[in-house]
T-cell receptor, first 111, second 117 residues
Framework: AQKITQTQPGMFVQEKEAVTLDCTYDTSDPSYGLFWYKQPSSGEMIFLIYQGSYDQQNATEGRYSLNFQKARKSANLVISASQLGDSAMYFC????????FGKGTSLLVTP | DAGVIQSPRHEVTEMGQEVTLRCKPISGHNSLFWYRQTMMRGLELLIYFNNNVPIDDSGMPEDRFSAKMPNASFSTLKIQPSEPRDSAVYFCASIQQGGRGMNTEAFFGQGTRLTVV
């Protein structure tokens, strides 16, 4: 199973600034996917972005982009132009047949 | 589609009682997962079904936990007898998997918050 590591328990960012949330993974499988989910205080799990191991370009979805560095085994999430509503827990997950989640990073966006 | 539907949303029960959590996956999805979320252990995969068949239940904590998927539109997670340490949020997720591994997002239900007193 793929191991996912998120080393930042908590992060602060000022509104309208960009923030990077770190994620490293460890797998011997040549084919895998990496996912980011957002969990606001209401508790639901919201899919943000996906990167496949064979994708040539970094994934982007609106204000979210994934900085995928295969050699470093990292898949960092970049949120541009942070908004107050971005305050939440963010989970990185790696896939085999199921998602293995990291411990998460709590992001607080301040005015 | 209404998404993945879980019931109940909240459950409070006394230690020793049987608890049944329910999940209706998205129509057409062939894989279903049960996860448990706690502060201490994060999100843990409990069991994975593919085409209604349990493929991996190595994450099920102990014999008190059991899961079934009698058809493609319904799954249950049962805890009998329940203990205070089972208190957690239980998520069900579904996906349409094709080929090898996951290349599209898993859709999560709203979760069931279980409290065992």
């Amino acid at each position: 199973a793929q191991k996912i590591t998120q080393t930042q328990p908590g992060m602060f960012v000022q509104e309208k600034e960009a923030v990077t949330l770190d994620c490293t993974y460890d797998t011997s499988d040549p084919s895998y996917g990496l996912f980011w989910y957002k969990q606001p205080s209401s508790g639901e799990m919201i899919f943000l972005i996906y990167q496949g191991s064979y994708d040539q370009q970094n994934a982007t979805e609106g204000r979210y982009s994934l900085n995928f560095q295969k050699a470093r085994k990292s898949a960092n999430l970049v949120i541009s132009a942070s908004q107050l509503g971005d305050s939440a827990m963010y989970f990185c997950a790696g896939s085999g047949y199921a998602l293995n989640f990291g411990k998460g990073t709590s992001l607080l966006v301040t005015p | 589609d209404a998404g993945v539907i879980q019931s109940p949303r909240h459950e409070v029960t006394e230690m020793g009682q049987e608890v049944t959590l329910r999940c209706k996956p998205i129509s057409g999805h062939n894989s279903l997962f049960w996860y448990r979320q706690t502060m201490m252990r994060g999100l843990e995969l409990l069991i994975y079904f593919n085409n209604n068949v349990p493929i991996d239940d190595s994450g099920m904590p102990e014999d008190r936990f059991s899961a079934k998927m009698p058809n493609a539109s319904f799954s249950t997670l049962k805890i009998q007898p329940s203990e205070p340490r089972d208190s957690a949020v239980y998520f069900c997720a579904s996906i349409q998997q094709g080929g090898r591994g996951m290349n599209t997002e898993a859709f999560f239900g709203q979760g069931t918050r279980l409290t065992v007193v």
